[in-house]
């Protein structure tokens, strides 16, 4: 499906910048019903965003990826089944020719600015369609790379500094949702038929009797009543966004049944199984224990740009059996499913970090009665 998708390259001289003019493309997607996605990539890993607020962490200068990271980014941008907005504002350009050339569309701020320099040239030599945000060319003109004949867009920096849409920039943004003109029930018409499961929970719409959450924003307090009205251990797929305790509380529930999570950029994947070990690989899925008490442990992971077939071998950190485990870390949602099915049999309870409120939402439980599914365990 990638031919029918645009991937848009969005560079700005300075990372916060990039970020806020990010979070704005895609919110103005969002309220015009435009399905689509958003990486960013640095040495830390690679993500897709489904907040609903601009993040607050901290911005980290640009790194330079390993070839490995390079190539695992290229191909989450080849075989993306959705619009992409790429932020590449805290990535050095040196070595990045793979991703440039994977894209199709370049949002660059003005051609004199030194940090766009190189992703110009990137451009230029992959044929990208640039779209500029200039004030220096004039009010609603834009220009194209000499070697590509097809129109651009043209963005306003002095509408790109809030987060607002005013009437002003509105007219550049529908030209925006042109490009990337794919409605949600589009796609995901077109996703479900590319699935064998006939359960399909599309996390974004009502399911009864709970109302629809088009946003994806999901209160903890919902997951038991969720969970009652869904057949326990029967093959399940996951499609939408929804908070990441939520795709692992869904993948515990169905287990040992199949269960299937749709990836933007991957189409339905299904985990492969992991292994805990007392020697786990070395590697992102190596792990980092943080916090231990008497009842519970905690434990970090990385995926470090993995992609889902890259899990064929790896192991992951033992876990004491009996015990509480509380998973944390910035993971695709698929990595989510592999690590609850795979440390489900032996833990009494597992539960996932949010860092945004630092507490953990219990996920699974063998004693229902003290630790409860959908329960918070605050200060995790």
Known sequence: MAPLFPAIIVNSAAPADGQRRVYQMSQYLCAS???????WADQLGVAGWSDQTLPEAPLRPPTALVPHQVAALAQA???R??????DVSNLDPAGAEEIAARCTHALLSATDSPT???WLELSRLHGLVLLRDSKKDGFGRGEA??????????FQEEYLENYSINASADYYYKQLVQLCQYSAEECYRAHVTRTAIDLVLHLERAIYPLPAHPNGTWSATELPQLLQSLPSGEALAIYGRAPNWLYAALASFSAPAPCMIFDACYGWVAPLPLHQSSNPTSGPLAGQWLHHTKEYKRLRLATDHIPP????GQSIPNAPAGEGLILDGQLPAWLWV???RAYQPSAAWLAIH??????AIIVYTTNQERYRVGTTIRNA
């Open 33 to 39: 019903n435009i399905a689509h996605y958003v990486l």
């Open 77 to 79: 941008i080849q075989k």
């Open 81 to 86: 089944h959705l619009p992409l907005l790429v």
């Open 116 to 118: 766009d320099q190189p």
């Open 145 to 154: 790379l000499p070697e590509n004949p097809h129109p651009t867009l043209k």
């Open 309 to 312: 077939s890259a899990l064929a």
């Open 338 to 340: 592999a690590l609850v």
């Open 354 to 359: 949010r860092h945004e409120t630092d507490d």
